[in-house]
């Protein structure tokens, strides 16, 4: 899986330095020099990334990003594109693990913040990738939602999530399945059936992390 983390980083690279730092994504508030601060800060600064788990930290990696952003843009991307190997989520040991979906998750991001953006064609073995981590996310995400959530990515297999209820099928893409469940359901070319106030929670459901 390594080998499409690292295709992902360096297209996300190329079309960083093209469509330039101002350019918008589909992080709210974020332009593509804060996308690409965010990540370099990630496996540069894990001491910054604390903030995820203890609340008091949050300010600290805030001003730690907020300073990679401030660099010339060229380098901060030039650091995105060669990551340290000693990073403990860059390493070429983990790197398969913890970087596949992040990295396509947030050259999507990029891609799906500008006009008439199309779906990519991703290959089988690609969406297989995605598809494994997208599974786990589905159980993680939708644990305390109110409903049975069927998700299925037809041709490679399906989870069950939710806290029980309601039945929804959730069908796409592994990669429109991942946008849909970190947080980004209104760029996410998914079917959601079910009973229709329940599919509204769902795409109105607060999944960011």
């Keep these: 899986m390594s080998r499409y983390a690292q295709a992902e980083r360096r297209a996300l690279a190329d079309l960083l330095l093209e469509l330039g730092p101002e350019a918008p994504t589909l992080c709210e508030g974020w332009t593509a020099r804060d996308l690409a601060a965010h990540l370099v800060t990630?496996?540069?600064?894990?001491d910054a990334g604390?903030?995820?788990l203890f609340p008091p930290l949050r300010r600290h990696g805030e001003a730690?990003?907020?300073a990679v952003a401030a660099r010339p843009y060229p380098r901060v991307v030039a650091e995105l594109r060669h990551p340290p190997v000693w990073s403990p989520v860059s390493n070429p040991l983990v790197e398969g693990v913890t970087?596949?979906?992040?990295?396509f998750i947030h050259h999507e991001d990029l891609r799906r913040g500008q006009p008439a953006w199309q779906?990519?064609?991703l290959g089988r073995d690609f969406e297989a990738a995605l598809w494994s981590r997208t599974r786990t996310l589905a159980r993680l995400r939708l644990r305390r939602f109110p409903g049975s959530v069927l998700v299925q990515a037809p041709g490679?297999?399906?989870a069950r999530a939710g806290a029980g209820g309601p039945a929804l099928r959730l069908v796409g893409a592994p990669g429109e399945l991942l946008m849909f469940l970190t947080g980004r359901q209104r760029a996410a070319r998914v079917q959601l059936d079910g009973a229709a106030e329940v599919a509204a929670k769902?795409?109105?459901r607060d999944l960011r992390m």
């Design 99 to 103: 970087n596949v979906a992040e990295m």
């Design 119 to 121: 779906p990519r064609s």
């Design 64 to 66: 730690v990003r907020t």
């Design 156 to 158: 490679l297999g399906d």
């Design 42 to 46: 990630r496996e540069r600064r894990p």
């Design 202 to 204: 769902l795409r109105g």
């Design 50 to 52: 604390l903030g995820v």
